[in-house]
């Protein structure tokens, strides 16, 4: 009373798939020896009713008794369903549609993956193709081009230069140094880095880089779309400067030939980071040390990078 009771035995899909198949079968032969023992009964009785009961007796066609024909036809009726049950069944009913239709799915996703291979090579040929041509045009200004693309930036020793784009730090010197540098030339930036100034900067053409097809800034200053626009449009100048912010820094890597680094010995928390230099393309030519004093709460240093 209280024991386990009896598992329930499960039957899969497949499992029952194949019993409805194999009853089905049955059926159909079933069926098909019910039509064997009537079409036996049937031409028994045709065979009497004519020659017996005289039936029909005088009923001929081409020269032969008329139930020979209908016996004929029945013969028909009957091979007919031999050939369903034991020939098209096999080879034209369900379990054939199936083997049919597995077949078809299985072209179909043949010509599926061919298409994906095809579409993820095509996809890394254009990569390759935009990396070449992005390489080349980089190559080009830096061949092509006699100006010396300055980029000019201060740093904390964790590559920190802002945090909700403003400077994280106030170094007297170190203005002072970016206004004597960048003074009477170029300064190209990003839209937000324009954007935390007060005012454009006096004696400074700027070239603002932003995708805003609709960007509204003050008279002289020049908004182009990419980084590359940004130095053809300072190309009358024989030294214009990068000055920000990180992105524009991180693609400005690729085409500056100097780079005028103001390093804050100290780590700051920042939403803003200077890319790492990598020293195998940079090498260190100028290097001048300034401690803390009252106007500087930071030990910094003004470093200079020249492309090897």
Known sequence: MFGKKKATPQIDKDQLELIENAQRRIRQKKGLYIHFVIFLLGAVFLILANTVLGIGKDITFFGKEWFLYAILF????????????????????????????????????????????????????????????????????????K????????????????????LIWHLSDDLKRFKSLTNNHHIIMGRKTFESFPKPLPNRTHVVITRQPDYVAPEGVVIVNSLTDAIEASKSDAQPYIIGGGEIYKQALAFANKIELTRVHEDFEADTFFPKLDLSVWKETANTFHTKDDKHDYEFSFLTYERK
């Open 74 to 145: 029945w013969s028909f009726l009957f091979v007919y369903h031999v050939f369903n049950v034991f020939i098209t069944h096999k080879f034209m009913g369900k379990v054939w549609e199936k083997q049919q239709l597995e077949k078809l799915v299985a072209k179909q996703q043949v010509r599926i993956d061919a298409l994906k291979t095809n579409m993820i090579k095509e996809e890394k040929h254009v990569a390759k193709s935009d990396v070449f041509n992005t390489q080349q045009t980089q190559k080009e200004i830096l061949n092509s081009n």
């Open 147 to 166: 100006q010396e693309l300055t980029i000019i930036v201060a740093a904390a020793e964790n590559d920190a230069i802002g945090k909700g784009n403003k």
